[in-house]
Each structure stands twice: as C-alpha cells, then as structure tokens.
C-alpha cells in the first residue's frame, strides 16, 4: 500500500468531443448535413483522470485548456468526478483542444483534432506540477500533447520514485530513454504491431495473430514491462517477474461503442497498480473497466464505478 497523496497523477490532453452523426461523409468540396450537434468532455488525459476518480482513486490532471465554453465544460465535467484541477491551466487566446468526429451509419468514426491549448502544455507546466507529481504513486501519460512535456514527467516520476505508465496513443516513436522508465507500456494489439514494423521484428514470428509473441518482442525494445491490450480477447502482460506472457480474458459484454475502452482500461490499471497490484492482477482488473466502458455509449459517460464492474472473464 502507497502512503502517496495521490493514486494517479495525469499529465495530458482535455478536448471537447463535437458529435455530428451523417448518413455518408462529404468528399472534396462537398457539403452534407448531419444531425444535431453533440458536445462532450473527452481528450486521452481527461477521460483518464475521470476514471480513475469514478472507481474511486485520488486523481489530478495537469494540462491546459482555452478560456472558452469548451473549457468550461471540461473544468466542470473533471470536477464533477472530484478530479484534482490545480494544475490545469487556462491559456488565454487559445482555444480549447477538440475533436471533431462524424459517425457514419454502421457506428464507424471519423475524427479531426484540433489539439489546441493541449499543444501548449510543455516542461514549464510539468516544473509547475513538480510537487504534485512527487506525491504520486502512478503518473499517467499518453501521447495528445507534446512529447517535451511527456518526457519531462515521465523524468520528473521516476526522480522522485514515482511509477510511469505510458499509454501510447496516437501512436508515435519514443525515445530510448523515455521508452526505458515504462512500466509498463500500454498499446493495442494494432499500435504494437506497427510499433515492431519500425523497429526489428524477429523473423517469422510476432505477426498480430501471436500476441504473446508480440508482447514478448515489444518487451526486448526497452520497457520495463509490456501490456498489450486485444479488445474483445482480453490482455497480454510482460514484466520481470514472469517468464513467459501472461494472458488475461476481457469479461463478456454486449459492445453498445467501444469509445473509451482504452481509457478506461488504462485508467484502472494505474489505479490498482498505485494501491500495490502486481501487473497480471491490474490487467485483470482493468480488463473489467475497459469492458464497462463499452457497454454504453461515448467516453466518460460510459466509465464504471467500482460497484458497476462486470464479473472477470
Ligand atoms: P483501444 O480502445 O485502445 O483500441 P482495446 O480495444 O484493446 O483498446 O480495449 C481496451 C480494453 O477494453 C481491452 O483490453 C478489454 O479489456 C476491454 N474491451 C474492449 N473491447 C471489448 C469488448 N468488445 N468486450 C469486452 N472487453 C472489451
Ligand atoms: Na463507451
């Protein structure tokens, strides 16, 4: 058990998720009309934070939102769930980040981000945040705002003995030695397997059909451990103490939008591994939360309590 004042500490993006649903999307200088427009929190750090603190975690984020109404109702939304917003700054004259997303009819996305006050968050607001990242038991990155600002907390966690868990999404190169403080490194099955198409993949073998295979090969690249998460087939976990990767089944829902899953996923994982899991077992129960979330539609709304968590798989 951690004495730390805070489970997990977030360092990253806060959008405004605007939802127009089309029966087909516009080519080339073509105009449609959609549905009414739908205006919800969302952004990798924000939904993290929200998850962490609706299964009952201590909770900060710190990022940087506009001063308009999209960041308000961000600021509104992360206070709701109790997240600490200390940290969360207002930049004056930039607008806040969004994501502008177009639901097709089969449910599919097509999203443009404007990234935003969120491409402003930089080593100065992680300086800023030093003491709050020192008091935490997990700090939480993803890659929506500049890798500057990612690597200065990742730095800045593992300084002070803190735990750091990489969510690498959207997916982008990192750096060896950011690569060498994740612990552990969270992708899906789809990221892992381009991650390897960069860098060497051992011959014959570690193709997304193999995903302990996969895991095993993301393990040799640098991080101290490896959590490949496979949707609907559960999680691949990889760290010092286990020899070969360890498989963990995603309990059976009926999957209404899978927006959010990865979050939610991630979230509860930094959450069990702060109160002292071993990896295997926080996996296990993220798996839980990430199949909460898609049992009901969009991000934060469909997030768990802990009382609200499907039967382990
Ligand atoms: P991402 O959203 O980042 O692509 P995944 O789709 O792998 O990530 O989802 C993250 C986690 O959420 C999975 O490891 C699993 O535990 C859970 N999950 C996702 N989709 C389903 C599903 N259809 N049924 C049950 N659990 C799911
Ligand atoms: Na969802």
Redesign the pocket.
């Known amino acids: 058990m951690t004495t730390r004042d805070w489970d997990v500490v977030v360092v990253g993006s806060a959008n405004a998720d605007l939802v127009v649903g089309v029966d087909r999307r516009p080519g080339p200088g073509e105009t449609v009309l959609g549905s009414d427009l739908a205006t919800h929190p969302g952004g990798k750090g924000a939904n993290q934070a929200v998850a962490v603190a609706r299964l009952g975690g201590r909770a900060a984020l710190v990022g940087r939102i506009g001063d308009d109404g999209h960041g308000a109702l961000l600021r509104d939304a992360l206070a709701a769930d109790g997240v600490d917003l200390a940290q969360l700054t207002t930049t004056p004259g930039v607008p806040t980040g969004v994501a502008m997303i177009t639901v097709g009819p089969d449910g599919d996305n097509s999203i443009v981000v404007s990234p935003g006050a969120n491409a402003r968050l930089g080593p100065a607001d992680v300086a800023a945040a030093r003491d709050l990242i020192a008091a935490a038991s997990v700090v939480s990155l993803q890659l929506e705002v500049p890798l500057p600002a990612v690597e200065a907390a990742a730095h800045a966690a593992a300084g002070t003995g803190g735990r750091v868990v990489l969510n690498l999404?959207p997916p982008a190169p990192v750096p060896a030695d950011l690569l060498a403080l994740c612990d552990p490194l969270v992708v899906?099955e789809h990221e892992a397997a381009r991650l390897l198409d960069e860098d060497a993949r051992p011959a014959g073998h570690a193709d997304s059909a193999d995903p302990a295979g996969l895991a095993a090969a993301l393990a040799r690249t640098g991080p101290r451990s490896v959590v490949i998460?496979?949707?609907?087939d559960?999680?691949v976990v990889t760290d010092a103490a286990h020899a070969a990767p360890v498989r963990v089944a995603?309990?059976r829902?009926k999957?209404v939008d899978?927006t959010g899953?990865?979050d939610a996923?991630t979230a509860a994982l930094c959450l069990r591994l702060a109160r002292g899991d071993a990896l295997p077992d926080a996996a296990r129960y993220a798996?839980r939360a990430?199949?909460a979330?898609?049992r009901a539609h969009g991000a934060q709304s469909s997030f768990p309590t802990a009382d609200e968590l499907p039967e382990p798989g």
């Open positions: 999404s899906n998460t496979l949707g609907a559960g999680v995603s309990p829902v999957a899978t899953a990865g996923f798996a990430g199949a979330a898609v």
